[in-house]
């Protein structure tokens, strides 16, 4: 992946409720007062009856103030991948539903309703006829986002919100890969890659979280909150709590449910409950907020219900003849028989080209493009951010291209430039990029590698520059770390956008500098 975390990630892979991991997790529950949900499943091509089913649920936990210190997971965020492909579902049911409610817990997601609607599906296929209705408190990172950037809350938002990766990018300065997204989620035994994804991709919710909390905090955002109730009143039993002065009155406006947490919190807690109440929790012995996530839940928590009408797929509503499932299945099975590149290639001296190949990325291959220009072949990106199929047969036509896509549908439109289409079969950038090079049959010298600027598919100048003319061509452009003025490096400058890159230890190894962040490109 194209993530690298300042802090540890634990992982733990629970694929049974008999395993250590699946006690880990209820102790990690129990101690955390945050926790980032997500979750995978395989991928449909098509509207169909059912929803997907999901196949992995993410839980990131952040241990709460008490959290036990001699604890193997202290100090260490926590990320558990629950294998729902493996897992009776009705023994986490409980589990999970408390959770989903608990008001001592604040639930993290990106646009989870669409995960929460899945996964109660999931759920009452296989038995738990009740599945799952609400989560609350619950707070969403694109509210976050919102948040941060003085945008209320109430306010419509735009109909384009930022995607989770540019938001850890802007937010994080990290670059958070989807590459496997797409991935077929129900495959077992999961690949590393997939681990490392789910677990990254649940856990960078925390970590934008904390960079709100620390804004709040800054901000000194006043709320109403009960001071006093920290951790070493707990140790006072509910009697020494009430008794201290200006406490008491403070007390009575918990809810019911809250004032329990504190009876459970207590040395008291041995004693019968009043009659007629029973505990809220019983699976997760939970412990209250503290009290900065307690102002952040009652000035911006959320929560997410769902309707009946959710819990049904929507059906189309466009009119015409309803096509046999069997010819769709068949076409889109001969759409995938055809994606092999074939045809004259368009680089042709004889079709007017200039002899060397070139390829126009759609979006969903677009990181190719960077890799493909790293071993100095031509890859341009499409001129809009959501192209029509139009727009892309139009550009590779008039370039003279072949078009590198992972869309299906595209394929119908070989026959207006002549089969120039080609579809990428692997997910991973590094394997697309052999894969492209093995079916074309490229041959990359050493020449050629680092020859075209990743930024913007432009040439090199011939001549490199000495230190003094990088400076002086950065000026009010770009930055060079004053760490490389006493290494004698030699520096190239892109003659379209004058991007500057130098060779790091006399291997092809450059770093591409921006002002937020460093990416390396091997």
């Given at each position: 992946m194209d993530c690298t975390y300042r802090k540890p990630l634990k992982i733990h892979l629970v694929t049974s409720t008999e395993s250590p991991e699946f006690t880990h997790l209820a102790r990690a529950l129990s101690q955390s007062s945050l926790v980032g949900l997500d979750a995978e499943w395989k991928p449909q091509r098509s509207h169909q009856s059912n929803f997907p089913r999901v196949s992995l649920l993410?839980?990131?936990?952040?241990?709460?103030?008490?959290?036990?210190?001699?604890?193997?997971?202290?100090?260490?965020?926590?990320?558990?991948?629950?294998?729902?492909?493996?897992?009776?579902?009705?023994?986490?049911?409980?589990?999970?539903?408390?959770?989903?409610?608990?008001?001592?817990?604040?639930?993290?997601?990106?646009?989870?309703?669409?995960?929460?609607?899945?996964?109660?599906?999931?759920?009452?296929?296989?038995?738990?006829?009740?599945?799952?209705?609400?989560?609350?408190?619950?707070?969403?990172?694109?509210?976050?986002?919102?948040?941060?950037?003085?945008?209320?809350?109430?306010?419509?938002?735009?109909?384009?919100?930022?995607?989770?990766?540019?938001?850890?990018?802007?937010?994080?300065?990290?670059?958070?890969?989807?590459?496997?997204?797409?991935?077929?989620?129900?495959?077992?035994?999961?690949?590393?890659?997939?681990?490392?994804?789910?677990?990254?991709?649940?856990?960078?919710?925390?970590?934008?979280?904390?960079?709100?909390?620390?804004?709040?905090?800054?901000?000194?955002?006043?709320?109403?909150?009960?001071?006093?109730?920290?951790?070493?009143?707990?140790?006072?039993?509910?009697?020494?709590?009430?008794?201290?002065?200006?406490?008491g009155n403070k007390t009575v406006r918990f809810k019911l449910c809250e004032a329990l947490d504190i009876i459970r919190a207590t040395s008291y807690y041995s004693q019968c409950l009043p009659e007629g109440v029973v505990s809220r929790v019983s699976y997760l012995n939970t412990m209250p907020m503290d009290e900065s996530l307690v102002k952040i839940v009652r000035k911006y928590g959320e929560k997410i219900l769902l309707r009946e009408c959710d819990k049904a797929p929507k059906t189309s509503k466009k009119k015409g003849r309803k096509r046999s499932s069997v010819i769709v299945d068949s076409r889109e099975k001969r759409l995938d028989d055809i994606g092999d590149w074939q045809g004259p290639p368009p680089w042709d001296l004889s079709l007017g080209g200039d002899g060397y190949p070139k390829f126009l990325c759609d979006v969903m291959v677009e990181g190719l493009a960077k890799h493909l220009r790293c071993v100095g072949i031509d890859a341009a990106t499409p001129r809009s951010k959501k192209p029509e199929p139009r727009e892309l047969i139009d550009q590779t036509s008039k370039e003279k291209r072949v078009l590198l896509t992972r869309d299906a549908k595209l394929l119908r439109h070989q026959y207006l430039i002549k089969n120039q289409i080609y579809r990428v079969k692997s997910l991973l950038k590094n394997q697309q990029l052999l894969e492209v090079i093995e079916a074309f049959q490229l041959k990359i010298s050493e020449d050629q590698l680092m020859s075209r600027c990743t930024k913007c598919n432009g040439r090199f100048i011939q001549k490199p520059l000495s230190t003094e003319e990088a400076v002086e061509a950065a000026k009010g452009f770009q930055r060079i770390p004053d760490c490389l003025f006493d290494k004698n490096l030699q520096f190239w400058q892109c003659m379209d956008c004058n991007q500057l890159y130098w060779e790091v230890m006399s291997a092809y190894l450059f770093i591409f500098l921006t002002p937020a962040y460093f990416s390396f490109w091997l």
């Open positions: 993410q839980l990131a936990c952040q241990p709460g103030p008490r959290f036990n210190p001699e604890s193997d997971e202290s100090n260490a965020s926590v990320v558990f991948l629950l294998d729902l492909s493996s897992i009776p579902l009705p023994s986490i049911w409980e589990l999970l539903k408390e959770l989903f409610v608990s008001p001592d817990i604040l639930k993290l997601g990106f646009k989870f309703k669409q995960d929460l609607i899945y996964l109660s599906s999931t759920f009452c296929s296989q038995g738990c006829d009740i599945g799952f209705d609400r989560v609350e408190p619950y707070l969403d990172i694109t509210s976050i986002y919102n948040h941060l950037h003085h945008k209320q809350l109430g306010r419509k938002l735009p109909k384009e919100t930022k995607s989770l990766a540019n938001i850890c990018k802007e937010l994080l300065d990290i670059s958070l890969s989807k590459e496997l997204q797409c991935s077929d989620w129900s495959n077992r035994p999961l690949t590393e890659e997939q681990k490392n994804y789910a677990a990254i991709d649940a856990h960078c919710l925390i970590e934008i979280f904390n960079i709100f909390q620390v804004k709040v905090a800054q901000k000194g955002n006043s709320c109403s909150s009960i001071s006093e109730l920290d951790s070493s009143n707990l140790d006072l039993g509910l009697k020494g709590i009430l008794e201290k002065p200006d406490i």
